[in-house]
């Protein structure tokens, strides 16, 4: 029993010491991160672990740690299932299935899936998708930079150390504050699109005005 706990100690400190020694590399990757843009996709229709292979090979700086995939088959076509994307053309997926799935892997990090497909009835039309996809990317290529390319601040004393790890304290308050003033932000204008969209369901046709 001695032997297995050591072992598993000696693992979880392992797995700590990556985390920490990895941790810098994933801020890098993420202020450079360069996404796809619609025209970059393949032209050709994929199957689905084609699909799989290029989502989790390209949002590896998504993953949290310890994670190996951030999408899986199952969960595409559980997205099929409630129509938050499209069904693919004989389990052949095109484009606009490869840019909503983009999408949904990096929102779902915040948002909740309900919240997400209201966001991706938005854009339904190919030209539209292709559009909201591009502006993303940039958007969020532009947010990343901002904040990932601004690191800390190393102070030499213990005073100044002190100091350092008040300041990163209150960045985690200040950051975690504008992210939830963001998503409440971003979910009003969801319920208000869906309450004009229900009102004008509500109206009857102009010739009956």
Same mark, same amino acid.
């Given at each position: 029993?001695?032997?297995?706990?050591?072992?598993?100690?000696?693992?979880?400190?392992?797995?700590?010491?990556? $985390?920490?020694?990895?941790?810098?590399?994933?801020?890098?990757?993420?202020?450079?991160?360069?996404?796809?843009? #619609?025209?970059?996709?393949?032209?050709?229709? &994929? #199957?689905?672990?084609?699909?799989?292979?290029?989502?989790?090979?390209? &949002?590896?700086? !998504?993953?949290?740690?310890? =994670?190996?995939?951030?999408?899986? $088959?199952?969960?595409?076509?559980?997205?099929?299932?409630?129509?938050?994307?499209?069904?693919?053309?004989? +389990?052949? #997926?095109?484009?606009?299935? &490869?840019?909503?799935? !983009?999408?949904?892997?990096?929102?779902?990090?915040? !948002? %909740?899936?309900?919240? /997400?497909? =209201?966001?991706?009835?938005?854009?339904?039309?190919?030209? =539209? /998708?292709?559009?909201?996809?591009?502006? !993303?990317?940039?958007?969020?290529?532009?947010?990343?930079?901002?904040?990932? %390319?601004? $690191?800390?601040?190393?102070?030499?004393?213990?005073?100044?150390?002190?100091?350092?790890?008040?300041?990163?304290?209150?960045?985690?308050?200040?950051?975690?504050?504008?992210?939830?003033?963001?998503?409440? #932000?971003?979910? +009003?204008?969801?319920?208000?699109?869906?309450?004009?969209?229900?009102?004008?369901?509500?109206?009857?046709? &102009?010739? =009956?005005?």
């Amino acid at each position: 029993m001695k032997i297995k706990a050591r072992e598993d100690r000696t693992a979880m400190e392992k797995e700590l010491y990556d $985390g920490e020694k990895n941790a810098p590399g994933r801020a890098e990757a993420l202020a450079e991160l360069q996404l796809p843009r #619609y025209g970059q996709l393949p032209a050709i229709d &994929l #199957y689905l672990d084609q699909v799989i292979s290029i989502l989790n090979g390209t &949002l590896k700086p !998504f993953f949290d740690q310890g =994670e190996d995939k951030i999408i899986t $088959g199952a969960m595409v076509n559980n997205y099929v299932k409630h129509k938050v994307i499209q069904a693919p053309k004989k +389990k052949r #997926y095109q484009r606009t299935h &490869l840019s909503c799935l !983009f999408m949904i892997c990096i929102l779902k990090k915040i !948002f %909740s899936i309900g919240e /997400i497909a =209201e966001m991706m009835k938005m854009d339904a039309k190919e030209a =539209e /998708i292709s559009a909201a996809y591009d502006q !993303f990317c940039q958007e969020l290529e532009n947010a990343l930079a901002l904040r990932f %390319s601004q $690191g800390p601040l190393k102070q030499e004393t213990d005073e100044g150390k002190q100091e350092e790890e008040r300041e990163q304290d209150r960045l985690v308050w200040s950051c975690a504050a504008l992210a939830l003033a963001n998503k409440l #932000y971003v979910q +009003k204008l969801l319920h208000d699109r869906q309450q004009k969209e229900k009102n004008a369901m509500l109206l009857p046709p &102009l010739e =009956e005005r």
